[in-house]
T-cell receptor, first 117, second 115 residues
Framework: AQKVTQAQTEISVVEKEDVTLDCVYE???????LFWYKQPPSGELVFLIR??????QNEISGRYSWNFQKSTSSFNFTITASQVVDSAVYFC??????????????FGSGTRLSIRP | NAGVTQTPKFQVLKTGQSMTLQCAQD?????MSWYRQDPGMGLRLIHY???????DQGEVPNGYNVSRSTTEDFPLRLLSAAPSQTSVYFC??????????????FGQGTRLTVV
Protein backbone atom coordinates (compact mmCIF):
# COMPACT_ATOMS: atom_id res chain seq x y z
CA ALA A 1 0.00 0.00 0.00
CA GLN A 2 1.10 3.53 -0.69
CA LYS A 3 0.85 6.16 2.02
CA VAL A 4 2.20 9.61 2.81
CA THR A 5 2.18 10.90 6.37
CA GLN A 6 2.59 14.50 7.40
CA ALA A 7 2.36 14.35 11.16
CA GLN A 8 2.52 18.11 11.64
CA THR A 9 -0.98 19.45 11.13
CA GLU A 10 -0.12 23.08 11.86
CA ILE A 11 3.09 24.98 12.48
CA SER A 12 3.39 28.60 13.50
CA VAL A 13 6.70 30.44 13.65
CA VAL A 14 7.90 33.99 13.74
CA GLU A 15 9.27 35.49 10.57
CA LYS A 16 12.95 34.77 9.88
CA GLU A 17 12.89 31.52 11.82
CA ASP A 18 13.85 28.30 10.07
CA VAL A 19 11.15 25.65 9.85
CA THR A 20 11.15 22.02 8.75
CA LEU A 21 8.10 20.20 7.43
CA ASP A 22 8.25 16.45 7.87
CA CYS A 23 7.12 13.86 5.36
CA VAL A 24 7.24 10.09 5.74
CA TYR A 25 6.12 7.80 2.96
CA GLU A 26 5.35 4.12 2.47
CA UNK A 27 5.61 2.22 -0.77
CA UNK A 28 6.63 -1.21 -1.98
CA UNK A 29 7.69 0.06 -5.40
CA UNK A 30 11.41 0.27 -6.03
CA UNK A 31 10.83 3.19 -8.37
CA UNK A 32 8.65 6.04 -7.21
CA UNK A 33 8.48 9.81 -7.24
CA LEU A 34 8.12 12.29 -4.42
CA PHE A 35 6.78 15.82 -4.63
CA TRP A 36 6.09 18.89 -2.57
CA TYR A 37 3.25 21.23 -3.46
CA LYS A 38 2.28 24.55 -1.91
CA GLN A 39 -1.30 25.75 -1.55
CA PRO A 40 -1.42 29.45 -0.67
CA PRO A 41 -4.58 31.05 0.74
CA SER A 42 -5.77 31.73 -2.81
CA GLY A 43 -6.27 27.97 -3.20
CA GLU A 44 -4.22 26.97 -6.22
CA LEU A 45 -1.68 24.16 -6.05
CA VAL A 46 1.89 25.15 -6.83
CA PHE A 47 4.57 22.60 -7.64
CA LEU A 48 7.79 22.99 -5.65
CA ILE A 49 9.98 19.95 -6.28
CA ARG A 50 10.10 16.43 -7.68
CA UNK A 51 12.53 13.75 -6.58
CA UNK A 52 12.98 10.31 -8.15
CA UNK A 53 13.57 7.35 -5.86
CA UNK A 54 16.92 6.59 -7.46
CA UNK A 55 18.21 10.11 -6.86
CA UNK A 56 18.88 10.73 -3.17
CA GLN A 57 20.73 13.95 -3.76
CA ASN A 58 19.45 16.73 -1.55
CA GLU A 59 18.43 19.96 -3.18
CA ILE A 60 18.56 23.63 -2.33
CA SER A 61 16.62 26.33 -4.11
CA GLY A 62 17.04 29.73 -2.54
CA ARG A 63 15.58 29.57 0.96
CA TYR A 64 14.10 26.13 0.30
CA SER A 65 15.88 22.84 0.80
CA TRP A 66 14.82 19.23 0.71
CA ASN A 67 16.31 16.23 2.47
CA PHE A 68 15.50 12.87 0.91
CA GLN A 69 16.50 9.79 2.93
CA LYS A 70 15.43 6.39 1.62
CA SER A 71 16.74 4.68 4.76
CA THR A 72 14.07 6.39 6.83
CA SER A 73 11.52 6.86 4.01
CA SER A 74 11.49 10.56 4.60
CA PHE A 75 11.43 13.60 2.36
CA ASN A 76 11.59 16.65 4.59
CA PHE A 77 11.29 20.27 3.52
CA THR A 78 13.10 23.13 5.22
CA ILE A 79 12.45 26.83 4.78
CA THR A 80 15.30 29.02 5.94
CA ALA A 81 14.64 32.55 7.15
CA SER A 82 10.89 32.17 6.71
CA GLN A 83 8.79 35.01 5.35
CA VAL A 84 5.12 35.87 5.70
CA VAL A 85 4.62 34.93 2.03
CA ASP A 86 5.58 31.36 2.93
CA SER A 87 2.31 31.02 4.84
CA ALA A 88 0.39 28.25 3.10
CA VAL A 89 -0.60 24.63 3.30
CA TYR A 90 2.19 22.35 2.11
CA PHE A 91 1.53 18.90 0.73
CA CYS A 92 3.97 16.06 0.35
CA UNK A 93 2.96 13.58 -2.34
CA UNK A 94 4.04 10.34 -4.00
CA UNK A 95 3.34 8.69 -7.35
CA UNK A 96 4.06 5.00 -7.87
CA UNK A 97 6.65 3.86 -10.35
CA UNK A 98 4.75 2.16 -13.12
CA UNK A 99 3.87 4.39 -16.07
CA UNK A 100 0.24 3.40 -15.71
CA UNK A 101 0.28 5.01 -12.28
CA UNK A 102 1.71 8.36 -13.30
CA UNK A 103 -1.64 10.05 -12.67
CA UNK A 104 -2.20 8.38 -9.29
CA UNK A 105 -0.92 10.92 -6.81
CA UNK A 106 -1.05 9.98 -3.15
CA PHE A 107 -1.11 13.10 -0.99
CA GLY A 108 -0.31 13.60 2.64
CA SER A 109 -2.89 15.42 4.71
CA GLY A 110 -0.90 18.65 4.54
CA THR A 111 0.83 20.95 7.00
CA ARG A 112 -0.58 24.42 7.50
CA LEU A 113 2.33 26.81 8.00
CA SER A 114 1.72 30.24 9.47
CA ILE A 115 4.50 32.80 9.55
CA ARG A 116 3.89 35.60 12.04
CA PRO A 117 5.44 38.99 11.35
CA ASN B 1 -1.23 28.10 -23.14
CA ALA B 2 -4.17 28.01 -20.75
CA GLY B 3 -2.90 24.90 -18.93
CA VAL B 4 -5.65 23.06 -17.07
CA THR B 5 -9.03 24.76 -17.10
CA GLN B 6 -11.83 23.78 -14.77
CA THR B 7 -15.38 25.00 -14.94
CA PRO B 8 -17.34 26.10 -13.05
CA LYS B 9 -15.35 27.66 -10.21
CA PHE B 10 -18.30 27.57 -7.82
CA GLN B 11 -21.46 25.51 -7.81
CA VAL B 12 -24.35 24.92 -5.44
CA LEU B 13 -26.46 21.83 -5.99
CA LYS B 14 -29.52 20.42 -4.32
CA THR B 15 -29.40 16.88 -3.04
CA GLY B 16 -30.24 14.48 -5.83
CA GLN B 17 -29.27 16.78 -8.69
CA SER B 18 -26.66 15.72 -11.21
CA MET B 19 -24.00 17.80 -12.84
CA THR B 20 -20.72 17.63 -14.72
CA LEU B 21 -17.50 19.31 -13.73
CA GLN B 22 -15.51 20.17 -16.80
CA CYS B 23 -11.75 19.81 -17.14
CA ALA B 24 -9.72 20.61 -20.22
CA GLN B 25 -5.99 20.78 -20.81
CA ASP B 26 -4.16 22.11 -23.84
CA UNK B 27 -0.73 20.63 -23.15
CA UNK B 28 -1.36 17.27 -24.84
CA UNK B 29 -0.75 15.49 -21.55
CA UNK B 30 -1.43 11.79 -21.52
CA UNK B 31 -2.40 11.50 -17.86
CA MET B 32 -5.32 13.17 -16.14
CA SER B 33 -6.96 12.76 -12.77
CA TRP B 34 -9.60 14.15 -10.42
CA TYR B 35 -9.16 14.83 -6.71
CA ARG B 36 -11.35 16.09 -3.94
CA GLN B 37 -9.98 18.14 -1.09
CA ASP B 38 -11.63 18.01 2.29
CA PRO B 39 -10.39 19.72 5.47
CA GLY B 40 -7.68 17.76 7.23
CA MET B 41 -7.63 15.00 4.62
CA GLY B 42 -5.43 16.35 1.89
CA LEU B 43 -6.41 15.51 -1.67
CA ARG B 44 -7.92 12.14 -2.46
CA LEU B 45 -7.98 10.54 -5.88
CA ILE B 46 -11.44 10.01 -7.37
CA HIS B 47 -10.74 8.75 -10.91
CA TYR B 48 -7.80 8.84 -13.25
CA UNK B 49 -6.96 8.27 -16.89
CA UNK B 50 -3.78 7.15 -18.65
CA UNK B 51 -4.98 8.14 -22.09
CA UNK B 52 -8.02 8.67 -24.26
CA UNK B 53 -10.52 5.88 -23.78
CA UNK B 54 -8.85 4.57 -20.61
CA UNK B 55 -10.07 5.39 -17.12
CA ASP B 56 -9.87 3.75 -13.73
CA GLN B 57 -11.07 4.26 -10.19
CA GLY B 58 -9.10 5.93 -7.47
CA GLU B 59 -9.53 5.92 -3.73
CA VAL B 60 -13.02 7.50 -3.51
CA PRO B 61 -14.92 6.78 -6.76
CA ASN B 62 -18.42 6.15 -5.44
CA GLY B 63 -20.98 8.62 -6.74
CA TYR B 64 -18.77 9.82 -9.60
CA ASN B 65 -18.33 8.85 -13.23
CA VAL B 66 -15.71 9.88 -15.76
CA SER B 67 -14.99 9.43 -19.42
CA ARG B 68 -12.03 10.35 -21.61
CA SER B 69 -13.11 10.57 -25.21
CA THR B 70 -10.30 12.96 -26.16
CA THR B 71 -6.83 13.68 -24.84
CA GLU B 72 -7.88 17.21 -23.89
CA ASP B 73 -11.06 16.64 -21.88
CA PHE B 74 -11.76 14.70 -18.71
CA PRO B 75 -15.22 15.56 -17.29
CA LEU B 76 -16.35 14.39 -13.87
CA ARG B 77 -20.04 13.56 -13.45
CA LEU B 78 -21.89 13.57 -10.18
CA LEU B 79 -24.77 11.18 -10.66
CA SER B 80 -26.99 12.15 -7.72
CA ALA B 81 -25.42 14.79 -5.51
CA ALA B 82 -25.23 14.20 -1.77
CA PRO B 83 -24.13 16.56 1.02
CA SER B 84 -21.08 14.30 1.53
CA GLN B 85 -19.86 15.43 -1.88
CA THR B 86 -19.49 19.00 -0.70
CA SER B 87 -15.81 19.60 -1.35
CA VAL B 88 -13.24 21.35 -3.50
CA TYR B 89 -12.47 19.42 -6.66
CA PHE B 90 -9.21 19.60 -8.54
CA CYS B 91 -8.39 18.29 -11.97
CA UNK B 92 -4.77 17.55 -12.85
CA UNK B 93 -2.73 16.51 -15.85
CA UNK B 94 0.78 15.18 -16.20
CA UNK B 95 3.10 13.43 -18.64
CA UNK B 96 6.24 11.36 -18.82
CA UNK B 97 9.56 13.03 -19.49
CA UNK B 98 12.20 10.56 -20.58
CA UNK B 99 10.00 7.82 -19.18
CA UNK B 100 9.86 9.46 -15.75
CA UNK B 101 6.83 10.90 -14.00
CA UNK B 102 6.60 14.67 -14.00
CA UNK B 103 4.80 16.96 -11.65
CA UNK B 104 1.07 17.44 -11.98
CA UNK B 105 -0.47 20.58 -13.43
CA PHE B 106 -3.64 21.51 -11.56
CA GLY B 107 -6.72 23.44 -12.46
CA GLN B 108 -7.92 26.27 -10.22
CA GLY B 109 -10.43 24.05 -8.49
CA THR B 110 -14.21 23.88 -8.26
CA ARG B 111 -15.88 24.58 -4.94
CA LEU B 112 -19.03 22.48 -4.80
CA THR B 113 -21.69 22.77 -2.13
CA VAL B 114 -24.55 20.28 -1.94
CA VAL B 115 -27.49 21.39 0.16
Amino acid sequence: AQKVTQAQTEISVVEKEDVTLDCVYETRDTTYYLFWYKQPPSGELVFLIRRNSFDEQNEISGRYSWNFQKSTSSFNFTITASQVVDSAVYFCALTPGPRSSASKIIFGSGTRLSIRP
Amino acid sequence: NAGVTQTPKFQVLKTGQSMTLQCAQDMNHEYMSWYRQDPGMGLRLIHYSVGAGITDQGEVPNGYNVSRSTTEDFPLRLLSAAPSQTSVYFCASSYLLGGLNTEAFFGQGTRLTVV
